[in-house]
């Protein structure tokens, strides 16, 4: 299961995490902090916290999650959201399109914008 949310600012995002993802992130700890520390203002997403929480109740399954800063936090506003993965299998909203607002988290095949880049980027690409 995985999920995205921001704050009310939208300066920080959480999101749950398999184990797996959670293993990854600890083996690269120690260079993520070390490259954060040596590049101040990189763009590599800035993780606050990775936390683990047992639920109540019979079930008692364990919830992570990380929390991480923002990248895209700005004052314009954002009238369309995507959680892109690289995936066409089942990656569309399930919204009709009247009903799909700025709140709306869209998918993968509902990108349906041209993209015009400048050539030089366009070269850049597909090396």
Known sequence: M??????????YTECT?????????????RAYYNHVR????TL??????????KLAGAN??????????NLFCSDHF???????KGSSLGRTTDKP??????YTILKDLDLNFIFR???HWYQEFQR
């Open 2 to 11: 995985f999920s995205n949310f921001l704050d009310n600012q939208q300066f």
């Open 78 to 84: 954002i009238h369309r959201r995507f959680d892109l």
């Open 17 to 29: 995490e398999h184990f797996f993802v959670v293993q990854i992130f600890l083996k690269m700890l």
């Open 97 to 102: 399109q009247t009903e799909i607002d700025e």
């Open 60 to 69: 008692q399954k364990k919830v992570r999650f990380v929390i991480m800063g």
């Open 117 to 119: 880049l400048q050539k």
């Open 38 to 41: 040596s590049f101040e203002n």
């Open 44 to 53: 590599v997403t800035k993780f606050f916290g990775l936390h683990c929480v």
